[in-house]
């Protein structure tokens, strides 16, 4: 079956529907996660199959549903060792004076943010005290305005009618626009369609990083970026599959001038900065092509491109809150708390869309030599989220993965979720600690 979210893809990257979806992914939730999740991930078998019969080599793809809910939950296992929590102490929902609100300060500066405001300890009991004083817009728009990251919840009803939840659903599911032509030339292999490709990752938990591991199994050479001081030690294992990660400091000239160096060999950039935040390192919407003329891109906010919080910072489980989905989570389950989805789908969702996108902009390049931008939202996404109806998943049967190496000890590595006939979908690298390389393009 072919879900809405294949469907207004393939519309959007002139691409055919085509790849299979077998089975169910087991995702249960008030909403569908279940046709959410497969249809993002054919998304981007159909933009592989779209760019292969683009250099004529004729191919059909098919998406394991069972495989798909596990990737979206966790497709590295560690054997005998583990992985920390992925929230901060501090982060998580509380009960405001009118409502709820979820505190994100994963991030030191977001964390100093929220605890700066509520002006108490970074202790969840005195921050649940002095929560409980706020009304939840109001601490929600205090914690933002300080630099942190924040959201009350709302119902999907106050959502629809909010200022930027009406102007996220107006956008496009992926919006795309071409730019100038490329300067080199690239074509297609039909076992590793994406070798030789170089794809610059600029980006942090959870989508950008999706979408980059899903372009290196094509067999991308995928270089992650990551400031000196940023760590997400409870994903690195995962999201740094098929890549080589290093450290820039971009606030400096040096750094600055070797981001541009290594912008300047890319063929693809992926990014989550919102509108204008590269502009101060001298990599704006312009400069980026001048840069790299024909750069394939893809971008990604949080709440989208257009409305009042254009420039809001967001993630997944704050988006889940604004946008009714864990709302109608607590209502359906007569629960006394905030429920969201079983897995962060949004960012895993947008992910598979993003690298759909990427794939989407190299076969455009391919067919007429242009570059192009890509952007999409999490927001945005949330907004193909249909209510659940019952009995529409079932739990999948045990999965079972290959034993690899990593840096950390042995981890069982589940097979990918979509396979496309005659494409070697793997990874050429195993994981590594963010920083692990130097800043440049392997020879």
Do not use: C
Not at 37 to 65: P, W, Y
Not at 101 to 122: D, E, F, K, S, W
Not at 315 to 343: K, T, Y
């Amino acid at each position: 079956m072919i879900t809405p979210v294949q469907s207004e893809s393939a519309r959007l990257l002139d691409a055919e529907p085509v790849a299979a979806v077998r089975g169910s992914t087991g995702l249960q939730a008030a909403w569908d996660v279940d046709a959410l999740a497969t249809g993002s991930v054919a998304a981007f078998a159909d933009a592989v199959v779209a760019l292969l019969r683009e250099a004529g080599i004729g191919t059909s793809a098919a998406v394991d549903g069972p495989l798909v809910g596990a990737w979206f939950q966790q497709a590295l296992r560690p054997v005998g060792w583990s992985l920390p929590s992925p929230w901060d102490a501090v982060a998580g929902d509380y009960a405001a004076a009118d409502g709820w609100i979820r505190l994100h300060t994963n991030a030191p500066r977001h964390r100093a943010a929220a605890i700066g405001v509520l002006g108490t300890a970074a202790d969840r009991t005195a921050v649940a005290d002095r929560v409980a004083t706020w009304r939840a817009d109001d601490l929600e728009t205090a914690v933002v305005e300080a630099g942190g990251a924040a959201a009350a919840m709302r119902s999907p009803e106050a959502w629809m009618i909010h200022p930027q939840g009406a102007a996220a659903r107006r956008e496009p599911l992926v919006d795309r626009l071409h730019s100038v032509p490329a300067s080199t030339v690239w074509h297609p292999q039909a076992a590793r369609p994406l070798a030789g490709v170089r794809v610059l990752d600029l980006t942090r938990v959870l989508a950008g990083p999706v979408a980059t591991r899903a372009l290196a199994a094509l067999g991308a050479t995928v270089l992650r970026v990551d400031p000196p001081d940023w760590d997400e030690p409870a994903v690195v294992p995962e999201m740094t599959l098929g890549k080589q990660t290093v450290r820039l400091d971009a606030r400096t000239p040096a750094g600055r001038e070797r981001l541009q160096d290594l912008l300047a060999g890319a063929d693809v950039l992926v990014h989550g900065y919102r509108r204008g935040a590269l502009d101060p390192i001298g990599l704006g919407d312009a400069d980026r092509q001048d840069v790299r003329p024909g750069l394939v891109e893809v971008a990604l906010t949080a709440y989208g491109w257009s409305g009042p919080w254009t420039g809001r910072r967001g993630f997944d489980s704050l988006v889940q809150m604004s946008s009714g989905i864990a709302e109608r989570g607590m209502r359906l389950a007569g629960a006394d708390r905030p429920v969201p989805l079983p897995v962060q789908a949004l960012d895993h969702a947008t992910g598979w869309l993003m690298a759909a996108a990427a794939v989407a902009g190299l076969r455009d390049r391919l067919r007429g030599g242009s570059g192009s931008r890509a952007t999409l939202s999490l927001a945005r996404t949330a907004a193909e989220l249909l209510p659940a109806q019952p009995g529409t998943a079932s739990p999948p049967a045990g999965l079972r993965g290959s034993r690899i190496p990593t840096p950390w000890g042995e981890a069982d590595l589940l097979p990918l979720p979509v396979a496309v006939d005659g494409v070697d979908l793997r990874f050429d690298l195993g994981p590594s600690p963010l920083g692990s390389g130097e800043p440049a393009w392997p020879a």
